[in-house]
């Protein structure tokens, strides 16, 4: 059986314990893209930006009915409340 190597760095696994990041094939930020002057689109754009440094398979999207496709049940996503308008739940 081969084993599995994470894409975390190993200084960061502690932080991913709960995380089995070789289950979740995508990671899906969702929300507040293209929204220039929320604040809180500057927290979305670091969890974008520090999975794309971490090596991960991530997309950022707006919340829109047309992006529902890019979620699929091995997506994590990360979401705020207030941009989850069109956000679909995937079983």
Known sequence: MATKVSPIPTQYQPYFKDVDPLFYKKYVVWGLRSHKRDTF??????????????????????????NAGVITKDTLVICPNMAAKHLPIVK
């Open 41 to 66: 689109r500057y927290i979305m754009h670091h969890f974008y930006e520090t999975l794309v440094a971490l090596g991960l398979n991530v997309e950022w999207v707006d919340d829109d009915p047309g």
